[in-house]
């Protein structure tokens, strides 16, 4: 059984940081992509960042882009998301995500259940 458990949201003020962890378990992910969703109340889920499976590769949506940076550790079947100057429309909740081929293209295919990241103005 595949498993994500993400950590590390919170409540944080406009211009702060937070980093997100998740813990894969159930099979081994050092061969597939990971990374990061989001959805803020009353809007559709959005892709965030997304890192290839050597970290030698990593795409970001324009909005973060500068501002967070993913990273992972194969040994420990763990990637991170580094959130720095952190928005108001940042607030979401953020899935940590698996893909078995290009997240452009193919999305996908393995969900955490969420952690809550919210950002006071």
């Known amino acids: 059984q595949v498993q994500l458990v993400e950590s590390g949201g919170g409540l944080v003020q406009a211009g702060g940081s937070l980093r997100l962890s998740c813990a894969a378990s159930?099979?081994?992910?050092?061969?597939?992509?990971m990374g990061w969703f989001r959805q803020a109340p009353g809007k559709e889920r959005e892709f965030v960042a997304a890192i290839n499976w050597s970290g030698s590769s990593t795409d970001y949506a324009d909005s973060v882009k500068g501002r967070f940076t993913i990273s992972r550790d194969n040994a420990k079947n763990t990637v991170y998301l580094q959130m720095n100057s952190l928005k108001p429309e940042d607030t979401a909740v953020y899935y940590c995500?698996?893909?078995?081929?290009?997240?452009?293209?193919?999305?996908?295919?393995?969900w955490g259940q969420g952690t809550q990241v919210t950002v006071s103005s």
């Open positions: 159930g099979r081994t992910f050092s061969t597939y992509a």
């Open positions: 995500t698996v893909s078995t081929g290009y997240y452009r293209t193919h999305g996908a295919d393995y």
